[in-house]
Nanobody, 122 residues
Framework: QVQLVESGGGLVQAGGSLRLSCAAS????????MGWFRQAPGKEREFVAA????????YYTDSVKGRFTISRDNTKNTVYLQMNSLKPEDTAVYYC???????????????WGQGTQVTVSS
């Protein structure tokens, strides 16, 4: 089993940056694809980015391409989401998740963190 704990959220002005971190417990972190998802009030949870086990392959939803970067450090059991040029529409609770495949569907991820709030003011 994997336990995930996100950190790094907060309040930022539009155009600003934040870096989210997700620390994983256990010795099998490198065997999981890692993903970031977000959920805004009244909306469904949506895919943001994912990274393969070895960090070579990444995938992003169109709305964050060129602004967000996902990365991982398997020696630290941590995945990151660097968010630049933030927009008010990026406001949401951000969740990290672990799963077996590099996919965008929430149903394909087995383990989830508790989430961290990101608020972007205009």
């Amino acid at each position: 089993q994997v336990q995930l704990v996100e950190s790094g959220g907060g309040l930022v002005q539009a155009g600003g940056s934040l870096r989210l971190s997700c620390a994983a417990s256990g010795r099998t972190f490198s065997s999981y694809t890692m993903g970031w998802f977000r959920q805004a009030p009244g909306k469904e949870r949506e895919f943001v980015a994912a990274i393969s086990r070895n960090g070579v392959s990444t995938y992003y939803t169109d709305s964050v391409k060129g602004r967000f970067t996902i990365s991982r450090d398997n020696t630290k059991n941590t995945v990151y989401l660097q968010m630049n040029s933030l927009k008010p529409e990026d406001t949401a609770v951000y969740y990290c998740a672990a799963g077996p495949h590099l996919v965008t569907s929430t149903t394909m991820y087995d383990y989830w963190g508790q989430g961290t709030q990101v608020t972007v003011s205009s």
